[in-house]
């Protein structure tokens, strides 16, 4: 079990480019999550996957995000033509099951929009 | 006003004090959960509570439904349980955070 795991840890761009975060969950984790994180305050909740097919979108999540999951494993979350206010901390959790099953949380990767 | 509220925000504490923690919060739930996040970023989940009580170490942790109100306990804290707890619900399929709450134990 190497847990869950998120690259790169820390991003920094320019704004208006695109970034692409990366997740790979626990192995036979069926479900994944997406959280945002700003300074001080807690995560908040982007959008979850069920094996491929993504079940929930925030409307925080605008339509510069998207976030697939494209053979129910590894993950990924994109932002397009990125603005100084997507800095933050993204975070990424699996659990096994639906439902209130416990979620593991990867170390984040932390976006910095210059 | 939050759907998850935690009191305090802040806490300074001395090696050996005991330590409360509060959640309240305004929604329907299934489960609650106390998380414990270290400096860059690392969560790792403490408790999940549908009611009663759990204890695991020094931690505790006590839910009451009806008041839609948790507890996290430290006993006889020490400088490494400094770190940022969170509560977080379980509403319909995800999860809603509080805003967490910055622990400092003193040596």
């Known amino acids: 079990d190497t847990g869950v795991s998120q690259n790169p840890r820390h991003k920094i761009t320019k704004r208006g480019q695109n970034v692409t975060f990366r997740c790979d969950p626990i192995?036979?984790?069926?479900?994944l999550y997406w959280y945002r994180q700003t300074l001080g305050q807690g995560p908040e909740f982007l959008t979850y996957?069920?094996?491929?097919?993504?079940?929930?979108k925030s409307r925080l999540l605008s339509d510069r995000f998207s976030a697939e999951r494209p053979k129910g494993s590894f993950s990924t979350l994109e932002i397009q033509r990125t603005e100084q206010g997507d800095s933050a901390m993204y975070l990424c959790?699996?659990?096994?099951?639906?439902?209130?099953?416990?979620?593991?949380f990867g170390p984040g990767t932390r976006l910095t929009v210059l | 006003k939050n759907e998850v509220e935690q009191s305090p925000q802040n806490l300074t504490a001395q090696e050996g004090e005991f330590i409360t923690i509060n959640c309240s919060y305004s929604?329907?739930?299934?489960?609650l959960h106390w998380l414990q996040q270290h400096p860059g970023g690392g969560i790792v989940s403490l408790f999940m509570?549908?009611?009663g009580k759990k204890k695991h170490g020094r931690l505790i942790a006590t839910i009451n439904i009806q008041e839609k109100h948790s507890s996290l306990h430290i006993t006889a804290s020490h400088p490494r349980d400094s770190a940022v707890y969170i509560c977080?619900?379980?509403?319909?399929?995800?999860?809603?955070f509080g805003t967490g709450t910055r622990l400092q134990v003193f040596p």
């Open positions: 959790a699996s659990s096994l099951l639906a439902g209130t099953d416990t979620q593991y």
């Open positions: 192995s036979e984790h069926n479900r």
């Open positions: 996957f069920q094996n491929e097919a993504q079940l929930e």
């Open positions: 929604v329907g739930i299934s489960a």
């Open positions: 509570l549908s009611s």
């Open positions: 977080a619900v379980h509403n319909t399929d995800k999860l809603i």
